[in-house]
Each structure stands twice: as C-alpha cells, then as structure tokens.
C-alpha cells in the first residue's frame, strides 16, 4: 500500500468514507421493479410519484433502487418495501396512487398495506 501524498486524496477519502456510512444508515429500502414490463404498465409514473414523496418529506433515511423484473409481470408494475429489521413486501399493480398510499402508510408509517400486497420476503436488515 503506498503512502497518502497529499491534504486532497485524505480529503477524497474521508468524504468516500462519509458516503459509505449515510447508505449504511439508511433504514428503508424501495425496490421499483422497471423491467420492460414494469416500464410497459407504467412503472415511470410509479418511481416518480416516489421521488416526489421522498422529497416531500425530506427523509434522508430511505433509498431507491432500481431493479429489473422480479418474475411477476402479469402483477408490474411492483414495488418492494423493506424497512430495518422487518419483512420486505412486495406491492403489485402499482400507480402513483397507490404508491403515495404506500409512501405514507408502510414506509413512513411503518403500516403494511395489505389490499395493495402480493408476497411478503424475507427479513430486510
């Protein structure tokens, strides 16, 4: 390993560090499943309903991720939420509706929707 050489590469560093531990920190992950078919039955509107609830509600402790299908296309556009040390659900048939239903009820409020769930997975965290 070589030395450092300079105040600019510890700088580089220690912000590299810093990104790595606010991902860790983050409590809530949701999985919007654009694959062909998740885009084809509107999954573009599903993502930017989330987005603008995320900004919303200024939380910081939540990350998106983007995904292929998940094997489920007749059910797509789906969306799967997993919070800390609970169960991911998998939500199908998703529009931005429901998605904001979601937002508020499961991933801030912490409240399963279950007329909007298809499966239950296993622990997130």
Request: hydrophobic share 35%; with cysteine.
């Amino acid at each position: 390993m070589k030395p450092l050489g300079s105040i600019e590469e510890l700088l580089n560093l220690r912000e590299q560090a810093r990104s790595k531990l606010v991902e860790r920190e983050k409590k809530i992950q949701v999985k919007v499943h654009l694959g062909t078919c998740g885009i084809a039955a509107g999954g573009n509107e599903v993502f930017k309903a989330l987005q603008e609830e995320i900004e919303r509600s200024g939380r910081k402790d939540i990350k998106v991720v983007v995904s292929g299908c998940a094997g489920l296309c007749s059910s797509e556009p789906n969306v799967t939420v997993g919070r800390m040390g609970e169960d991911a659900v998998i939500y199908c048939d998703m529009d931005a509706k429901k998605m904001r239903t979601i937002f508020q009820g499961h991933i801030l409020g912490g409240e399963i929707q279950s007329d909007h769930a298809l499966a239950r997975i296993k622990q997130f965290g």
